[in-house]
Structures are given as structure tokens and as C-alpha cells.
């Protein structure tokens, strides 16, 4: 089970690291990812990382901005967001994958968290 948090209402401009906590499987299992879904749209990748950490993936348009880190010893991952933007407000759920390496596709995750709102003003 993933448990995400850290969301909330912030300013633009401003930085927030969000979190995801594991309970039953060691997250050191899984390769991770964060992923975002704004209303009326997609529920797109945001960042990956692989069982490992050896290997992260952001989409282009989030380099830069987006950080994907994980603590197998706390069982958590994060996702640090700085120089939030409104285009940012989204609910982001994080998400777990049998498969070692970084996946992209949605398709690749069997084990989704309840998802954490994150809302940008300007």
C-alpha cells in the first residue's frame, strides 16, 4: 500500500516535496514514479526512477524542476518540485512497478497511492 502526502496550496514560485510511504512490500522491490493528473485530462509521468536509482526519467518540459528520489531504508520516495507554476496544479499519485528498470507508461505501475492535491495560485 502507497500512502502519498505533502501536497497543499501553495504560491508560484514557491518549492514543495512531496512523499510517498510503502507499508507490506520493501519499496527496494520496485522501480518508482510520480505521476500527475490535472482535471479533464491525463494522468500523465512526472518523473521515474529505477529499483536501483541508478536511472531516472523526467519528460523534457519538467527537467530541471522535478527531482524523483527514494529512502528504500524509510520506504519512501519523494518528488521535489521547486519553482512551482499554476500549469503545476494537479493531484499526483505515486506509484510502483514489478519491473526493475525506469518505466514511463502508466501501464507499467500495478500499485497506485490515493493520490495528494497540489494547487499553485499565481
Known amino acids: 500500500q502507497l500512502q502519498a502526502s505533502g501536497g497543499g496550496l501553495v504560491q508560484a514560485g514557491d518549492s514543495l516535496r512531496l512523499s510517498c510511504a510503502a507499508s507490506?512490500?520493501?519499496?527496494?522491490?520496485?522501480?518508482l514514479g510520480w505521476f500527475r493528473q490535472a482535471p479533464g485530462k491525463e494522468r500523465d509521468i512526472v518523473a521515474a526512477i529505477s529499483r536501483s536509482s541508478g536511472n531516472t526519467y523526467y519528460p523534457d518540459s519538467l527537467k530541471g524542476r522535478f527531482a524523483i528520489s527514494r529512502d528504500d531504508a524509510r520506504n519512501t520516495v519523494y518528488l521535489q518540485i521547486n519553482t512551482l507554476i499554476p500549469e503545476d496544479t494537479a493531484v499526483y499519485y505515486c506509484?510502483?512497478?514489478?519491473?526493475?528498470?525506469?518505466?514511463?507508461?502508466?501501464?507499467?505501475?500495478?500499485?497506485w497511492g490515493q493520490g495528494t492535491q497540489v494547487t499553485v495560485s499565481s
Open positions: 507490506g512490500r520493501p519499496l527496494g522491490a520496485f522501480a
Open positions: 506509484a510502483a512497478s514489478d519491473f526493475g528498470t525506469v518505466q514511463q507508461l502508466r501501464s507499467r505501475y500495478a500499485y
